[in-house]
């Protein structure tokens, strides 16, 4: 079946440093991914959604400046942390929609990030 | 904006049992879906809905999508152990392709 992987699974930074959490369609195009985030013992919030080749639209109350999207191509995502701080720290799930349809988004397997 | 409530917030079971839980919301929905989320991995799709009325199963699990568009249920028959999770619905408005998630309900069989 259709997969999409995150990389890094996890990773910790120290407050201040950016990160960078990628997204990739391994074996579909997706001109649409989405990227959540979720604090322990709660749901998936989405925050943005990412369109290839163009500006990401961001979900009200998430800095734009601060998590950084960009959709350089047909299968890949990417997000940036900027200026990282402890209260980032959170499981960052994204999910694709095969260009070609016909079924539901898939996720990947979610980033733990850890800022100390 | 857009609310899904859940419930029951957990649930601790006996092998065997069924289970139900269920999603309302006060706005219309045109898919329903359940995921299961087992912990440090992201969700996988269990049952996905599109009309109202509908009632899906998949195996042991079956679902359905409420006449009024703004609720659905999950029942797990025979629950085993490896049912052990956290269960998400997700609902999607009319021209939107992005998910709205449930708060998730931990389901917990002793064997």
């Known amino acids: 079946g259709a997969v999409v992987s995150q990389h890094p699974s996890w990773v910790i930074c120290k407050s201040g440093t950016s990160v960078k959490i990628e997204c990739r369609s391994l074996?579909?195009?997706?001109?649409?991914m989405f990227w959540y985030r979720q604090f322990p013992k709660q749901s998936l919030m989405l925050m943005a959604t990412s369109n290839e080749g163009s500006k990401a639209t961001y979900e009200q109350g998430v800095e734009k400046d601060k998590f950084l999207i960009n959709h350089a191509s047909l299968t890949l995502s990417t997000l940036t942390v900027t200026s990282a701080h402890p209260e980032d720290s959170s499981f960052y799930i994204c999910?694709?929609?095969?260009?070609?349809?016909?079924?539901?988004?898939?996720f990947g397997q979610g980033t733990r990030l850890t800022v100390v | 904006g857009q609310q899904l409530n859940q419930s029951p917030q957990s649930m601790f079971i006996q092998e065997g049992e069924d289970v139900s839980m269920n999603c309302t919301s006060s706005s219309i929905f045109n898919t329903w879906l359940w995921y299961k989320q087992d912990p440090g991995e992201g969700p996988v799709l269990l049952i996905a809905?599109?009309?109202?009325?509908e009632l899906t199963s998949n195996g042991r699990l079956t679902a359905q999508f409420g006449i009024t568009r703004k609720d659905s249920f999950l029942n797990i028959s025979a629950s085993i152990p490896s049912d052990v999770g956290i269960y998400f619905c997700?609902?999607?408005?009319?021209?939107?392709?992005?998910?709205?998630f449930g708060s998730g309900t931990r389901l917990q069989v002793q064997p």
């Open positions: 997700a609902a999607r408005a009319t021209g939107r392709r992005a998910l709205t």
């Open positions: 999910s694709a929609y095969p260009v070609a349809g016909g079924t539901e988004a898939f």
């Open positions: 809905l599109y009309k109202a009325g």
């Open positions: 074996d579909f195009q997706a001109t649409t």
